[in-house]
């Protein structure tokens, strides 16, 4: 059966080893977490945990079911469908060689991300979008040469409804 | 009421009527023994942290309440270990306490310090440390609910010595609510509704029955809802006695050392109804080959035990007995005589499936294990509990006494744990005072918390146990006999112990029978003294238990006798 992404989202209480619960149970029974974000929300008890998993079918209803069975574990939802806005951010150091710095402005603007840093020899931008805007944004700069890369997972909210 | 941790941690017990802990003191929990002194809480010492967790579980099994243990942090904290998954996988109501190290020395690897939530995460259901004492009453109160209520399961609480010796105020009786846990006990009536359906036109049904049964008390359902109905009842290990072992419809245990009938029904019929069951690997063998002409209907109160191993047809969450109580009403109408006639053909061919006899042995001059199992059945009329360690001595139990009565039948089914079955009977035992106990042991395993004895001996229990002595690691050397050219790598034991020699230092009765006419009048003396007892049977030293699924073959391909 096809493996398909799942970005699944849920609220946990906001005690020690919570996060150790989730972690381990996908550690234990052989599932796979391709990234992880986690905060609290505005109510300080409750943090969101946003998670991406790769998985098939049957993997996926199993993995939702023991997520939903970890007692700290208050809501879960999988956010994969097109109802969900989902968002992700890097920040890249990029070296900025006196001849590549106007170009790399450039692409900055047409991606309409931000320098945040600047030195004599390098940038660090940041940038924000769905995975492929990244993907695509790393690309482009990749022959300027890259020093430096950090990237959070995805993040995805339930679209509300009108 | 200012009250110290001790102290409210003792108060919820008695909330919760708990008569008997089972515990190995130590220096972070000495502030709660010392006032564990002061109630009438019974506690049962005994010689090693993990027979109290056994004991515990064979405590709660035998009652139907929740088991609790009481151990200090580091080595007793890690010794409860293999307990707490035996309890797990086999989802028995457990509490279990453990010590730790004052709250400012956590994390600093102080004395005996272990960080027992941080182990035992994955094999409770859900596990506390408390770091405050005015959380403590809540927490110890939450523990009982979660242990008891849903799919039941081991709850550990770690309990720092500046929580149990400092003081709070206690609000007795709190209210238990935990808003992201809600288990399901009603059945989806749509969902019933559709078995019912598949029922009527069924011309093959089987019920595949599991632990579920016992421990939501749906026995008597169970047994109805099957006899009105006559569909055939099969188990597994968990399951004995969720359904009487003598009625003809009983078919035996399925599976790895399942009865004929009971493989080829499973594997022949139409429709299964596995009711509390989680299609564990030792049952299904090759789950591609499983039931693979049936609609199954799977009836479970943890959604996470449904379509894990095998596809279904109809989920259905909910707890076994509410749903077996709301399907013997939707049956009611139904009208039972052209079903019986349409399935008559089934019953022919399981009764033809039955008269191969694949539990039959052959009697020789040396004792068979199988005998001196089947004569223990007899003499005590099939009314003792029975537990078991893990193996050989395991399967023939199971194969052998046929159990008429839930909570009769206690294994560590899941986790099959060898050391098991003797500190599960000594808790069995107070559990059940009126009750015969007897552990059907092997040579090796009783070793493994043989320690025990003197615990029996202390408290005069009067269990027995059945050794089922062949000097071999049994059910490994059956392994190696079939499938690895009897190659008997470590499993040769034949230096034991002179259980006879060992049983009397302890204090106890010890017995031996080496020929078979020897069997019944041991058992007899065993059985009807008021002590603890060692029967020692020297049994044929190569007997394998037949039949045979080997790991990963479609039920169907049993090696026989």
């Known amino acids: 059966m096809n493996e398909e992404k799942h970005i699944l989202t849920m609220l946990v209480d906001n005690e020690p080893g919570v996060l150790s619960r989730v972690v381990g149970l996908f550690s234990a029974r052989g599932y796979n977490i391709e990234s992880l974000v986690v905060a609290p929300t505005i109510d300080p008890l409750v943090s969101r945990i946003t998670l991406v998993t790769n998985a098939n079918l049957p993997e996926i209803e199993q993995i939702e079911k023991q997520l939903r069975k970890l007692i700290n574990v208050v809501k879960l939802r999988d956010l994969s469908g097109k109802n969900a806005v989902k968002r992700e951010m890097a920040l890249i150091c990029v070296k900025a060689k006196p001849e590549n710095r106007a170009e790399i402005l450039r692409i900055v603007s047409i991606f309409r991300c931000k320098v945040v840093d600047t030195g004599l020899e390098h940038y660090i931008i940041e940038v924000s979008g769905n995975e492929d805007k990244i993907n695509a944004f790393i690309n482009l700069l990749k022959p300027m040469g890259i020093k430096k890369i950090a990237r959070t997972g995805a993040l995805a909210l339930f679209r509300e409804p009108n | 009421m200012e009250l110290t941790g001790a102290q409210i941690l003792i108060k919820v017990f008695e909330e919760e009527k708990v008569d008997t802990i089972f515990g190995f003191p130590g220096g972070m929990v000495i502030d709660i023994y010392d006032k564990l002194e002061d109630t009438s809480i019974k506690h049962i010492l005994v010689r090693h942290e993990q027979g109290a967790v056994h004991a515990a579980d064979g405590y709660a099994r035998a009652s139907g309440k929740v088991g609790v243990c009481l151990v200090t942090s580091g080595p007793g904290a890690t010794n409860t270990v293999t307990g707490i998954a035996s309890a797990h996988m086999d989802s028995i109501p457990l509490v279990v306490i453990t010590g730790q190290v004052p709250t ?109 049964i016992i421990l939501s008390g749906a026995a008597q359902e169970l047994t109805t809802f099957a006899r009105n109905l006559q569909i055939p009842v099969t188990g597994s290990l968990m399951g004995l006695g969720g359904f009487p072992g003598s009625d003809p419809l009983w078919m035996g245990m399925i599976g790895m050392h399942g009865t004929y009938r009971a493989n080829m029904s499973t594997s022949f019929c139409d429709l299964l109804i596995g009711i509390g069951v989680r299609f564990d690997d030792r049952v299904t063998g090759k ?228 020929k078979p006419e020897e069997v019944i009048p041991v058992l007899e003396k065993g059985l009807s003294s008021p002590n603890t007892v060692i029967m020692d049977f020297v049994v044929a030293k190569e007997e394998c238990v037949y039949p045979m699924v080997p790991a990963g073959a479609p039920i169907t391909e049993m090696l026989l006798a």
């Open chain 2, 104 to 212: 400012h020395l956590i994390g600093n690897d102080a004395f005996q310090e272990v960080d027992i939530v941080g182990i035992t995460r994955s094999c409770t259901k859900h596990n506390f440390l408390v770091k405050d004492v005015k959380d403590l009453a809540r927490v110890v109160k939450e523990a009982f609910y979660l242990a008891r209520s849903g799919r039941p399961g081991p709850v550990l609480i770690d309990i720092p010595k500046n929580v149990s010796n400092v003081k709070a105020l206690y609000e007795p009786d709190q209210q238990v609510t935990i808003k992201s846990y809600n288990p399901t006990y009603k059945p989806n009536m749509k969902q019933l509704r559709k078995v019912v359906d598949l029922i009527a036109t069924s011309e093959r049904p089987v019920i595949f029955a599991g632990g579920g």
């Open chain 2, 287 to 514: 789950t591609d080959a499983f039931a693979s002409q049936a609609k199954i209907v799977h009836v479970d109160i943890d959604p996470t035990s449904i379509r894990k191993n095998v596809p279904v047809t109809i989920p259905i969450v909910g707890d076994c007995r509410n749903t077996l109580e709301s399907l013997n009403a939707l049956i009611k109408p139904l009208d039972k005589a052209p079903l019986n006639d349409k399935r008559k053909p089934w019953i022919d061919q399981i009764q033809t499936w039955k008269d191969k006899n694949t539990l039959a042995y052959k009697q020789t001059d040396v004792i068979k294990p199988q005998y001196v199992v089947e004569k223990l059945y007899e003499l005590t009329r099939g009314e003792a509990i029975i537990t078991t360690e893990v193996g050989q001595n395991q399967m023939w139990a199971a194969q052998y006494y046929h159990f008429d009565k839930p909570n009769h039948f206690i294994t560590s089914g899941g986790l099959g744990c060898m050391g098991f079955g003797f500190p599960a009977a000594i808790g069995a035992q107070i559990a059940r005072p009126d009750k015969t106990v007897v552990d059907v042991a092997g040579d090796g395993s009783i070793q493994m918390n043989i320690q025990e004895m003197a615990t029996a001996l202390q408290y005069h229990l009067p269990v027995k146990i059945v050794i089922l002595n062949n000097g071999y690691l049994g059910m490994v050397r059956q392994w190696q006999e079939l499938f690895y050219d009897k190659r008997y790598a470590s499993t040769c034991m034949d230096c034991g112990p002179d259980f006879i020699k060992l049983a009397e230092a302890y204090g106890a009765l010890g017995l031996r029978a080496t």
